[in-house]
């Protein structure tokens, strides 16, 4: 059993401190890609046959995933090198668990498996640690429930719906067209994987895009989906009773991750690093865009495709950054980035405006309020607006850094991460309260952290 796997249920905080040290230089790899690696198992677990994947990333979220395809009949296994084994039931066999699937902090894992599940004759309950029994399930309740799917979720404020809920899938489920309300890959993929199961064409409207690692994926294993551009949107069908075939997959490294690096490099004075194997689709590349408007220097070397997705090398060196106002529209193409970006613009000459994140306040935390207190707590000046930040930077110089009261993450990997990386650009350093839920999405980041240090 990896030793991801283990850390899930560990209840002792993890505090540590960030400090200033020297320059990062040198070349590293990050971990493959979290949307990428969820899908790999899911498309895997369905298939007929073994589909073997390379470059998985292994972090808590990804397992939780495998965790549940295995409750639910395939056979999952891994070997010495790191190379994974996926025996799938087939679409249309997945049989009933007979546990609840445990979901830990993983949004990914929970809404695309309530879609696959909604078409399948089966019944399922899912639960989830105190920061996933949070989030809103309605939008993939709502579409699902169409397609003649049963639920029984817990009342959240507001009327939300949240975990635990217990879910009793049609069959045969009813192919529906939907018009995402929200700009969401997870909703736009749990339809398409319930489609996947559901007699005729299912059809999903996407006015705003987001990630398609779906589309791109389905369509390897063999799916019968087609994406056509109308009236500016992307209108994506998939014909259902589908039978996918196993695949060979090596996973591109995680952009999202990288992107902690990649900031870490720009803002510490004398920084020169290489990060090999970085996923660039477009729909996640938004970050490295804004930061180079803001100044950066970010050098795309070796592009090429690696398991259907283009990735580079990214070669990043320390720069002055100045601050902008980013164009609300890149939001979905770096929509986990924006907690990273802020420190990025704590560090700018100037002021950075962003607007139209309200997403961000329904991820593992709400992760504008939370952005906006750790980084007031470390001296940096930001006004929280309803759908955005305002952060007024340093214009390089060092951060004063925390000195009273840890910095709270609130089982939130990616603000314990920006928050590491304010540290290194800080005079007193920043105490992050718990480190643990790093381990969800990048298990190594702070051996590779350190590792630079040296
Ligand atoms: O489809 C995916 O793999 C993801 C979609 C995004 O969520 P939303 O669909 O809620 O925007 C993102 O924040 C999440 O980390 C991964
Ligand atoms: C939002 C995230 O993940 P999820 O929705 O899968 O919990 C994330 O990784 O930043």
Known sequence: ????????????????????????????????????????????????????????????????????????????????NGTWYINGVGVGGLLQPDRALEMGNSGTST??????????????????DASLSKRPMGRVIDPLAQMGTAFTATPGPNGSQTLPLMIRGAAPAVPITYRLPVASAQVKSAILLAGLNTPGVTTVIEPIPTRDHSERMLTGFGADLTVEEQDGERVIRIRGEAELKPQTIEVPGDPSSAAFFIVAALIVPGSDLVIENVGLNPTRAGLVEVLRAMGGRIEEINPRIVGGEP????????????????????APSMIDEFPVLFVAAALAEGRTVTAGLDELRVKESDRLAVMATALSSIGVAVEEREDGLVIHGSGGARLPGGTGTAVATHLDHRIA??????????????????????????????????????
């Open 1 to 80: 059993m990896p030793a991801a796997e283990s850390l899930l249920h560990d209840p002792a905080m993890r505090p540590r401190r960030f400090v200033a040290g020297g320059p990062l230089r040198g070349t590293i790899k990050v971990p493959g890609d979290k949307s990428i690696s969820h899908r790999a198992v899911m498309f895997g677990a369905l298939a007929v046959g073994e589909t073997r994947v390379t470059g998985l990333l292994e972090g808590e979220d990804v397992m939780a995933t495998a965790d549940a395809m295995r409750a639910m009949g395939a056979t999952i296994r891994r070997d010495d």
């Open 111 to 128: 809404r695309l498996l309530m879609g696959l599940i909604a078409s399948h004759g089966i019944t399922a309950t899912f639960t989830g």
């Open 311 to 330: 990735v580079a090398d990214l070669r990043v060196c320390h720069s002055p950054l100045h601050g902008i106002t980013v164009d609300p529209a890149v």
């Open 417 to 454: 991460m920006s928050m590491a990386v304010a540290g290194l650009a800080s005079d007193a350093g920043v105490e992050v309260d718990d480190t643990r839920p790093i381990a969800t999405s990048f298990p190594n980041f702070e051996a590779l952290l350190d590792g630079l240090a040296q």
